[in-house]
Each structure stands twice: as C-alpha cells, then as structure tokens.
C-alpha cells in the first residue's frame, strides 16, 4: 500500500491476512500519518466544547489555546448558564443514570416529555429516542427495511445511513440529482415492495441543502416514503429552527424524520418522528432501542435547549452573521466554498496532500479545522470543514481568515 495516497478505508480488509496483522498493517500508515504531522484526529481538549479550547498538539507537553472551527454546537448552548442549570436539577431530581432499558423500567417522564416535543417540534404525532442520532438511522432503517425492500439513498448521506441499509437492497444516486433520483424510483416502482428514499436535510461536508421540494414531488409520485436526516439543519436553518423541513415548508410530505441532539440542541442522543404506528412499531421491533438503557436524566437539559431556541432567537442571528462574514472573507481569496447554506462551510482544495497540508499549518498557527478526504469525500474532493458558531468572536473569525490568507500564499488553494 502506497501510503502517501492510502486512506483509512484500504485497511478495512486486506485479502488473506489475519486481524491483528492487519492491524499491525494499519499502525504502520498511523505512524507515517504522525510522523508527517498529519495525524490530527482525536486531539486532546483540556477544555469543553467551545469556539476557543485549550488543545494537547501530538508531540506537545503544554497545551496551545486555538480557535476552533469543528464544534457541531452552533448556538453554542453548550455553556449556556440556564442549560447547565437544567443539567444540575436532572441529576439531583433523577439521579446519574436511567438504569434499565424503556421497556423495563428505564421509560421516565422526562423521556416522555422529550418524545412528545420533538414530534411536535416536527409537526408530527409521534417520537422514538435513542441514546445516539447514528443509532436512530441505523436502528430504525435496520427495523424496517427488509430484503424485499429498497433504500435509495443520496451517495453523500452519513455512514450510520448506509449501515442501517445493509439487510436491505441499497440504490444510491447522486448527489443531489434529480435525473439519477427519478430513474432509481422508475426503476425500483414495480420491483420492490417498500421504497424509501433517504437523504439529508443538511448534507455534513458540503453545507447544502437537499433539493427537498423536487424529491419529495418524485419520492411521493413514484410511491415511496420520504426519510430525512436533518442533523445538521435543525436549530440552524429555516425561520424558527426547524431546519431544512421548515426552509421547504414541507413537513405534511416527509414520512420519518431522523436527528440528533449532539448538535444544536448540546447535548448526545437520536430521535425518530413519524407517524404514531410507525413509532410503535420501532418502539416494540427495533432491538437498540428495546434492549438498550434510555438517556440519562440530564435529557431534560435538551428540552431546556428547545425552550431557548424559541425564546432567544438572537443565538441563531448570530450564528448566521458569523457564517455570512466568514464567507464573505473566504470568498474575497477567491477560495471555493462550494454551494453551503447552513453554518458547516467547506473550502474546496481537492488534492489529499495539499488538504492534510493545510490543516498542519492551520494548527500551527492555532487554528483548528478538520481536513476532511476520502472516504468522507470523494478522493478528488478533499476540503478543510468548518464549523461555525453563534459564539465565535469576531477575533476567532478573523484569525482563521488570517490563517488561511497564510496558508493559500504558501500553498495556492484559491480558485483565481
Ligand atoms: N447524521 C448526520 C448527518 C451526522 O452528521 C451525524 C454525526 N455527525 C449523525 C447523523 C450521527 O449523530 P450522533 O453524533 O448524534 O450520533
């Protein structure tokens, strides 16, 4: 394996060798990435999650303050007082932990409350909670497609989608394209018996927002049900947060709706809103969350987060100024940030090297932002991700813009 152009995925089998060689395989391209400087994946924070963090660089024995651009907390709830105050009463009223599985004994008011608000959040009747949004895709997918059945999914949807389709026929199109879209359901109309059409709200690489009016015209008039996973768009994008559904003005025509609480609303765990036979049916079929233990009591914090969305839009104001200044920045070098419309913005390098290459000088000069390549992108398609939040300082938005005019005299990465 030529390291220099390897990446993770090429060690996920190796034909006629046994685990642990391949592991020993896979610590060797983990040393070279390292002894490049370009191992930058699971650095360690001393600090919580914030716009600025006090990071331990590989190599480094002190800790270096950076501005940090990979927090998918946009409204920077997070550190917000009267969420932590919420987090406090929950574990005093409720304990540490929920302790049984919800069948059993681990279903508890708060539980309740946050399913009956996330359906209502979505304009539907009903809600599952998991304990991760990678487990509400994978899971509820897992539960409900069978081998009869077809998942045609849009080629850049995240890895927990493809997971949950593996029992099932799987037909990807691509990304965005309505043509490649309409000739999958022509295709699978008289041949499968249930056909699900699976995108994102907001896609996690790009920034973009699925052409969600379109494919729900053709989900709908080819006989299929239209799933979104709006992780990313949720308290970020349409009037009142309620993401890309809401920026459509669609939520009669989405059949499930799958997210997360790790991002905007500060918090871990997945929800799944639909129909309420659907969300019986996965409350009593679907095996992770039957037999795995429910959220711990400080749950109640995200409904705390869900008070604030509405009550202090001004959060969401700022986030978006923060994006619309850092592109306007982005864009005056001439750097391509694609067609983002949410608060994750892209700049485009393509090359691999040149990407992991950026992303070392933007942490030596303390800024940190994700290189990301394939097989999160494809291979000609690697970009530094950025993440922005309502509680980035003009100084965090200007250092990174200052860091990056650094960084493209040093390696040409603009367009023009
Ligand atoms: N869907 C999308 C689009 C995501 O980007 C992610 C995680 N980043 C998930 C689902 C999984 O969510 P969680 O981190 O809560 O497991």
Same mark, same amino acid.
């Given at each position: 394996?030529?390291?220099?152009?390897?990446?993770?995925?090429?060690?996920?089998?190796i034909?006629?060798?046994d685990v642990?060689?391949?592991?020993?395989?896979?610590?060797l391209?983990?040393?070279?990435?390292?002894?490049n400087?370009?191992l930058?994946?699971?650095?360690?924070?001393l600090?919580?999650?914030a716009?600025?963090?006090?990071?331990?660089?590989p190599?480094k024995?002190?800790?270096?303050?950076c501005?940090c651009f990979?927090s998918?907390d946009y409204?920077?709830?997070?550190?917000?007082p009267?969420?932590?105050?919420?987090?406090?009463?929950a574990?005093?009223?409720?304990?540490?932990?929920?302790?049984a599985s919800?069948?059993?004994?681990?279903?508890? *008011?708060?539980?309740?409350?946050?399913?009956?608000?996330?359906a209502?959040?979505f304009?539907?009747k009903?809600?599952?909670?998991?304990t991760?949004?990678?487990?509400?895709?994978?899971a509820?997918?897992?539960?409900?497609?069978?081998?009869?059945?077809?998942a045609?999914?849009?080629m850049?949807?995240?890895? =927990?989608v493809?997971?949950g389709?593996q029992?099932?026929?799987?037909k990807?199109f691509l990304?965005n394209?309505m043509?490649?879209?309409?000739?999958?359901?022509?295709?699978?109309?008289?041949?499968?018996? /249930?056909?699900?059409?699976i995108?994102?709200?907001?896609?996690?690489?790009?920034?973009?927002?699925?052409?969600?009016?379109r494919?729900?015209?053709?989900?709908?008039?080819?006989?299929?049900?239209?799933?979104?996973?709006?992780?990313?768009?949720?308290? *970020?994008?349409g009037?009142?947060?309620?993401?890309?559904?809401?920026?459509?003005?669609?939520?009669?025509?989405?059949?499930i709706?799958t997210?997360?609480?790790s991002?905007?609303?500060?918090?871990?765990?997945?929800?799944v809103?639909?129909?309420?036979?659907?969300i019986?049916?996965l409350?009593?079929?679907?095996?992770?969350?039957?037999?795995?233990t429910?959220?711990?009591?400080? /749950?109640l914090?995200?409904?705390?987060a869900?008070?604030?969305?509405d009550?202090e839009?001004?959060?969401?104001?700022?986030?978006?100024?923060?994006?619309?200044?850092l592109?306007d920045?982005?864009?005056?070098?001439?750097?391509?940030?694609?067609?983002?419309?949410?608060?994750i913005i892209p700049?485009?390098?393509?090359?691999?090297g040149?990407?992991?290459?950026a992303?070392?000088?933007?942490?030596?000069a303390g800024?940190y932002?994700?290189?990301?390549?394939?097989?999160?992108?494809s291979k000609?398609?690697?970009?530094?991700?950025l993440n922005?939040?309502?509680?980035?300082?003009?100084?965090h938005?200007?250092?990174?813009l200052?860091?990056?005019?650094? *960084?493209n005299?040093?390696? =040409?990465i603009?367009?023009?």
């Open positions: 394996i030529d390291y220099a152009k390897a990446s993770f995925r090429d060690f996920e089998n034909p006629g060798i642990m060689e391949r592991a020993g395989e896979f610590q391209f983990l040393d070279y990435l390292s002894v400087g370009h930058n994946y699971r650095i360690e924070s600090s919580g999650c716009p600025e963090m006090d990071l331990l660089l190599g024995s002190i800790a270096q303050k501005a990979v998918n409204l920077g709830f997070t550190q917000h009267a969420i932590k105050v919420a987090l406090q009463d574990i005093e009223k409720f304990g540490s932990g929920a302790g919800p069948a059993i004994g681990g279903h508890f *008011v708060y539980h309740q409350q946050l399913e009956d608000r996330i209502k959040f304009k539907k009903s809600a599952i909670l998991y991760t949004g990678y487990t509400a895709n994978s509820t997918l897992q539960c409900l497609l069978q081998k009869e059945d077809i045609i999914i849009d850049a949807v995240h890895a =927990s493809y997971e389709c029992l099932t026929n799987v990807t990304h394209n043509e490649a879209l309409e000739l999958a359901l022509k295709h699978a109309q008289h041949t499968f018996r /249930t056909k699900m059409v995108i994102d709200g907001v896609y996690s690489q790009d920034g973009d927002l699925a052409t969600m009016d494919i729900a015209e053709l989900t709908h008039h080819y006989g299929a049900y239209l799933v979104v996973d709006d992780a990313h768009g949720t308290g *970020v994008v009037k009142t947060g309620r993401g890309a559904i809401e920026e459509y003005d669609l939520f009669d025509k989405v059949d709706v997210g997360t609480f991002k905007a609303f500060a918090h871990i765990g997945g929800y809103v639909a129909d309420t036979k659907l019986n049916f409350k009593y079929q679907s095996k992770q969350h039957l037999f795995s429910t959220a711990t009591p400080t /749950t914090g995200i409904l705390k869900m008070d604030l969305l009550e839009p001004f959060w969401k104001d700022r986030l978006w100024e923060n994006v619309n200044y592109k920045g982005l864009l005056g070098m001439g750097l391509d940030i694609g067609t983002t419309a949410s608060a700049v485009k390098i393509g090359d691999i040149k990407t992991l290459e992303g070392k000088q933007l942490l030596n800024v932002a994700n290189p990301i390549m394939y097989p999160a992108v000609k398609n690697a970009r530094v991700r922005i939040m309502a509680t980035h300082t003009k100084e938005l200007d250092k990174l200052n860091a990056f005019e650094d *960084v005299k040093k390696l =040409s603009s367009k023009t």
